[in-house]
C-alpha cells in the first residue's frame, strides 16, 4: 500500500478535470434524466402532454414518429459503417506497402475528415438533390451527361424505408479516409518478420492476409467500429445541413429532439429523446470501454 | 485482392514490407493498385471540385447544365460575398478553436501524466468514466447544458457566444486529450527515469515539469489538432448556445446556404472559405495527425 503523500499530488492535479467531467457530464445527463420523467400538462386546455415517469419512455417509444426515426437511424448506421469499413480496409491495403506518392494519396483520403458536416452537407445537399433529367442538378446531373441516366436516384429523398442509405454517402465520404488511418497504422504496426514467415512458408498474398495480417487488425477494427457507430448515432449536423431540420424523411431521433425541443416547445419529451440516445450509445460504447479497461488491467 | 498467379512475382523479389521500398517495376498488380487509387481519388475529390468550379462562376453563368463545365470566365464574385459574410465569424471560429485547443491540450496533459505515470487508487476507474464522456451524445446534455451556462451568465456576463463555447469545448475535449496523452506517456516516457526522479528527491510538479513536459511536443501537436478541428467544425453547440452575431463561422455559414440564397458562387466559396483552416492545418501536419492516430485511437 503506497503512502498518502505519494498519490494524493496526483489526485489534486486531476481533480479539476474530476470536478468538470463531474458537473457537465455525469451531472448533466442526471438532469436530463430528472427532466425527462416529469409530467407536464398545458396551461390552456389542461391536457396531459407528458403523463410522466417511465410512461414518457413507453409512450415516445411506442409512437409511429419515433420508431420512424430509430428506423432510419438503423439504415443510416448500418450503411455507415459498412461503407466506411470497405472502403477504409480496401484504402489501407492499397497503400499499406508502400506506393508512389502515397502521402499525396493519404492526404486526398483523408481530407474531407477536416471539412465540417455543416460545409460538407452545403455541397452534398446539391449533389444529392432528387431532380431528374432536364432539371437535373448535382449527381443526376452528372449521370445524364455521362451518358448514364439510368443511374439517377431520388437519393435520400425517395419515397423508401431505405432512403437514409443515401444520406450515408456523405457521412462514408467523410469518414473513410479516418478508418483508412487507422488500418494504415494498424498494418504499419505488424513487424515485417511475420510477412517474410509466412512468405517462406509459401503463403500466397490471400493466405497472407487472411491468415496473418487480418487477424491482427481486429482490434483496430473494434475501434473503428465504435468510433463511426457512435458519430452516426449522435449525427445531427450533416442532416440538418442536407435535409434541413424539420425534413420528417430523414429524420433520426438526434434531429427529432431538435423538433422537440424548439417548433414544439416540449423540453421533456426532448429529454426523454436524448436519454434514448444515450442508452443506445451507451449499449454500443460501454462494453467496449469495460473491455479495454480489462485488458489493461490484465496487462498491467 | 491478388491471384495465386501474381505471387511468385513477389517472391522473386522479396521486399522489405512497409517501408515503401520495392522496386518499382511495372506489373499488372501495380498497374491496377495505382487505376484504383486514382479512380477512388477523382470520386473522394469531386465534390470538392464542384465547390471551387461553382464558386469562380460569375452569377449569371450558373445555368443549371453548366454546372459540371469549367468556367468560361472566372469570377471573383462570389469569393468577395462570402468573405464580407463570412469574416467576422471567421475571426470568432479562430479565437474559439485556438483557446479550446490550447486550454483543453494542458488539461489533457496532466491528467494523461497522472493517468500513466502517477497513478491514485481508482484512478483506472475514474479514467474509464472521463473516456465515457468522449463518446456521449451531446443532445444528452444539452438541455440543461443550456440553462446551466443562461444562469452562470446572471454573474458572469461575458460568459456569452465565444466564451461560452470555449468553456464547453474545452471540457468536452478533456476525455480525448487525456486518453492521447495517457497512451503517448505510457510507452515515450520509461518508468526507469521517474523512479530515479523520484529517489533524486523531485515532486510530482517538478517531475512534470522537467521531465514529461520537455518530451511532450508530439502529444500536443496531435491533441491541438484534433481539438482545433473539432471546435472549429462544430455546429451543435453552436446552433444551440449562439446566434448569429455571436456565433462561429458554421453558425453563420449555414444561414447563408440556408433558405433561400440563390447564388451559388458565394454559398460555395463560403463552405471553401469555411473549411480553409482546417484543411490547411491537416495539408501542413497531417502526418502529425496520422502518427497521433497511432497513438491515441489505436488501442
Sequence with gaps: MRKIRTWLPGLLLVLPSIILIGVFVYGLIGQTINTSLLRTQDFVTDKITNPGGIANYTALLGSDRYQHALWNLLVLTVVFIVGTMIFGLLWAILLERGVFAEGIFRSIYLFPMAVSFIAAGVVWRWLLSPARDDQAVGLNQLFVQLGVPGLQSDWWSANSRMSMAAMAIPAIWQLSGYVMALFLAGFRGISADQREAARVDGATEFQLYRHVLFPQLSPVALSALIIVGHMSMKMFDLIYAIAGPNSYQAEVPATLMWIQLFPQGDPVAAATNAVIILVIVAILVVPYLVHTHRTEQRDG | MSTATAAPVDQ???????????????????????????????????????????????????????????????????????????SPSLYRSLILAVCAAVLSSILGSLNGFVFARWKFPGSNVVFTLFLFGMFIPYQAVMIPLQGMLLDAQAFLPWLDGIPRLILVHTVYGIPICTLIFRNYYATAVPVEILEAAKVDGAGMLRTYASIIFPVSIPGFVVTLIWQFTSAWNDFLFALFLTNAQNGPVTYVLNELAGGQNPNYASIMAGVLVASLPTLIVYVVLGRWFISGLMSGSVK
Design chain 2, 12 to 86: 522473386a523479389v522479396p521486399a522489405p514490407a512497409g517501408d515503401g521500398g520495392r522496386p518499382r517495376r511495372f506489373t499488372v498488380r501495380a498497374g491496377l493498385r495505382y487505376t484504383l487509387l486514382i479512380i477512388f481519388a477523382i470520386i473522394v475529390l469531386m465534390p470538392l471540385y464542384v465547390l471551387l468550379v461553382t464558386s469562380l462562376k460569375p452569377a449569371s453563368a450558373i445555368s443549371a447544365d453548366q454546372a459540371w463545365r469549367l468556367p468560361v470566365e472566372i469570377s471573383t464574385a462570389g469569393w468577395a460575398e462570402a468573405w464580407g459574410r463570412l
